[in-house]
T-cell receptor, first 109, second 114 residues
């Protein structure tokens, strides 16, 4: 069975204090690893797709990296508007999608 | 505007009363999917579909049915809802291309089964 584990569950940061979120996974054939951002009461919003180990993608203050067993989402110099729950998901070769429980990030001004 | 719509957004019902939550997308996406989100458990996939008349079970399909008669629509059916199906439900869609498979999510349907 495919499994996705995210850590930590919650992260409190001071504005400007960089940090990393972890997503470790086991999957029977990886089609892609996804990162999403979710604000309270809303649907997840797509951030990145990573397809193979060694791949990196960046968007503003966010950078996602991928190895064969885990992915990291690095938040550089976060701002209060980066406060959200960040979700990691893996898609297997049969197109089934499995999500982690998420990391809730709070950035204080 | 490219979007995924769900209806209703909020629903309170009673045990055993059949209900349908509709999902529609206007992006000509092949892939559509239903998830439920519960505190501490994250998003769990219920069913997914890769095209018309093709559906597959996700991780938590028990108690749910789906159909894909048209490409744009993917309704979720609860034949006999029970209180443990109280949850926040999301529909999503995407292309099946390897280089472009961003999933677009709907706004969610909050279901309460009494």
């Amino acid at each position: 069975e495919d499994q996705v584990t995210q850590s930590p569950e919650a992260l409190r940061l001071q504005e400007g204090e960089s940090s990393s979120l972890n997503c470790s996974y086991t999957v029977s054939g990886l089609r892609g690893l996804f990162w999403y951002r979710q604000d309270p009461g809303k649907g997840p919003e797509f951030l990145f797709t990573l397809y193979s180990a060694g791949e990196e993608k960046e968007k503003e203050r966010l950078k996602a990296t991928l190895t064969k067993k885990e992915s990291f989402l690095h938040i550089t110099a976060p701002k209060p508007e980066d406060s959200a729950t960040y979700l990691c998901a893996v898609q297997a070769n049969d197109y089934k999608l499995s999500f982690g429980a998420g990391t809730t990030v709070t950035v204080r001004a | 505007e490219a979007q995924v719509t769900q209806n209703p957004r909020y629903l309170i019902t009673v045990t055993g009363k059949k209900l349908t939550v509709t999902c529609s997308q206007n992006m000509n996406h092949e892939y559509m999917s239903w998830y439920r989100q519960d505190p501490g458990l994250g998003l769990r996939q219920i069913y997914y579909s890769m095209n018309v008349e093709v559906t597959d079970k996700g991780d938590v399909p028990e108690g749910y049915k789906v159909s894909r008669k048209e490409k744009r629509n993917f309704p979720l059916i609860l034949e006999s809802p029970s209180p443990n199906q109280t949850s926040l439900y999301f529909c999503a869609s995407s292309l099946l291309r390897t280089d472009d498979n961003e999933q677009f999510f709907g706004p969610g349907t909050r279901l309460t089964v009494l």
